[in-house]
């Protein structure tokens, strides 16, 4: 049995269609309202018994923008209450019209908004520091990521590992993310099922020192652990390089007062990592090889 092929007239059909309800909304009244004059006159060329076409069709354009705002404001909570729903959600039609979505799974819209803000920095015309806006999209996209990620064992080395750790890459875990802050935004991020309404959130005071955190993703639910300014320095090396590297460049960046005691401290944070779940495995030379 053969599946015959659509007629050419739907393919177009369902072309234009979807320019229609993927028609940005209006927000010039206050209000997110259809603009059924932007519509494709071909796609609403029948006549309804109730309503003019156009109507119909209007129902389909604001019910598509409405779920898609909602799903990128429950992936990005702190970032919608931080500058409120409104400007939040002019923020992510700016996104979602210029990365159209085509995944069949509704959740990865979201994919790259963190980058995205980033990359625009919005701020000033929303009354907030740009900086503290970017980073509670990346605060957010890093809940997001850790939740997504699938279940895994964590690494438990053994006596072979311990000879090859040097010269080997330590896998991470894809359920633990490395963040920091200016603002105390995990706090408040951490408070938001607490307040309620639209209306954008007051922006803590600046920190005196950034803050720097693990965070993981445990049976009862996310847990945050602090790190050190230079510990987290190490991680995100590790991240990108093996161990030996990582150590070498932490020890350059390093005052000559610091070098003494990053032996010892290097290898407690390395131990306390392992107890909590950072890393998968170890990759060597040869396996990296042969990927």
């Given amino acids: 049995m053969t599946r015959g092929r659509a007629p050419e007239w739907l393919a177009d059909f369902q072309e234009r269609f979807g320019s229609v309800i993927t028609t940005p ?38 019910q598509y923008w409405f779920r898609l705002f909602e799903v990128l404001q429950f992936s990005f909570p702190l970032t919608t209450r931080l500058i409120g729903h409104w400007k939040y959600n002019a923020l992510a039609a700016s996104f979602l019209s210029a990365n159209t979505p085509k995944s ?4 990865r819209v979201a994919d790259g908004f963190e980058g995205f ?18 980073e509670a999209a990346y605060i957010d996209a890093a809940h997001r990521r850790v939740f997504r990620a699938p ?11 311990a000879e090859q750790l040097l010269t080997a890459r330590l ?7 490395i963040l920091h802050e200016s603002w105390p935004l995990l706090e408040l991020r951490r408070t938001l099922g607490a307040t309620e309404g639209e209306a954008p959130l007051a922006l803590p005071p600046r920190l005196a020192e950034p803050r ?7 049976p009862e639910g ?11 320095e190490l991680f995100e090396l590790l991240l990108r390089g093996r161990l030996a590297d990582a150590l070498a460049e932490l020890e350059a960046r390093c005052s000559e007062a610091e070098r003494g005691s990053l032996p010892e401290r290097a290898q407690r944070w390395l131990a306390r990592s392992v107890e909590l779940g950072f890393w998968i495995g170890l990759e060597t030379p040869q396996q990296s090889t042969q990927l």
């Fill in 25 to 62: 909304l209006d927000r010039t009244s206050g209000t997110l309202t259809a603009r059924t004059d932007r519509y494709d006159p071909a796609v609403g060329a029948l006549p309804g018994p109730r309503a003019p076409a156009e109507h119909r069709l209007a129902v389909y354009n604001r």
């Fill in 212 to 218: 720097h955190f693990a965070l993981l993703r445990h």
């Fill in 104 to 107: 069949w799974d509704i959740d």
């Fill in 171 to 177: 896998v991470p875990s894809p359920a633990m993310a």
């Fill in 117 to 134: 803000v980033a990359r625009v920095r919005p701020g000033p015309e929303l009354g907030i520091d740009s900086d503290a806006v970017v």
């Fill in 222 to 232: 996310f847990v945050t652990f602090p790190l050190e300014a230079r510990e987290a």
């Fill in 151 to 161: 279940a895994v064992l964590a690494f438990r080395p053994g006596a072979r590992d």
